[in-house]
């Protein structure tokens, strides 16, 4: 077999001129379902969900396969705006067929700071109906750009869950620029695994976003 050699500026695009099987080292072993001996150990991506203007909501479903999840939320803008608007997050256990959406559902403490007054205010209360990631604080804005990490878990435990959010946000509005970020805790306090969870505005719709979706492997 004849070899090229390439030049300092040259290429080879490997996937289109390698044939057949690649010998594997002695002593190793082959990929399989693109796992290492099949290993599933550590953030497993499940799904992508791009939210189109006018969806009301993100629901994702849980499995036996995690225990624990991680949701990254970008651009997630309701098609409403101003002071009391935020995005809340629900979630479904076992049995039920309606989500938990009652007073005293969810406590949380955590913190929150925005440059309107450059000051970190501590947070806390123990009667609320969802947890809150997002929240707007201004009048008629034009540019809402925000990203939030959610952990959810252990969900398949019968006692109390735990949704952990951190949020950054940054809105240009009549107010001029403010930007915000904040750190919540939250508890689900209700008994049973969980099935679902919901990510959706408080009124309205939303206008736009991306939801990332993953799993903590552990085998």
């Known amino acids: 077999m ?5 030049g300092p500026n040259q290429s080879v695009n490997l996937a ?9 080292a002695n002593g190793g072993t082959a990929l399989t379902s693109g796992f290492v001996n099949g290993n599933t150990k550590g953030l497993v991506h499940i799904s992508t969900t791009n939210i189109s203007s006018g969806d009301s909501e993100v629901e994702l479903t849980f499995s036996s396969s995690y225990d624990n999840y991680r949701i990254v939320i970008s651009n997630a803008v309701p098609n409403t705006s101003g002071s009391g608007t935020y995005v809340k997050i629900i979630v479904k256990r076992s049995g039920q067929s309606s989500y938990d959406t009652s007073s005293g559902n969810y406590r949380y403490n955590g913190y929150d700071m925005y440059t309107a007054n450059n000051t970190m205010n501590g947070q806390g209360q123990t009667n609320q109906s969802a947890a809150q990631i997002l929240a707007w604080n201004q009048n008629n804005t034009q540019y809402n750009g925000n990203y939030n990490i959610i952990e959810v878990g252990p969900v398949n435990q019968v006692t109390y869950h735990f ?13 001029g620029d403010q930007m915000a970020m904040s750190h919540y805790h939250f508890a689900h306090t ?3 695994a969980l099935t679902n969870i919901k990510i959706l505005p408080n009124s309205g719709n939303f206008a736009s976003g991306k939801v990332l979706f993953f799993g903590y492997g552990e085998s």
């Open 16 to 24: 289109s001129n390698v044939t057949g099987t690649l010998p594997v």
């Open 2 to 6: 004849a070899i090229t050699r390439l």
């Open 163 to 175: 949704i952990d959010c951190y949020s950054q946000q940054l809105q240009y509005g009549n107010n």
């Open 190 to 192: 209700q008994a049973a």
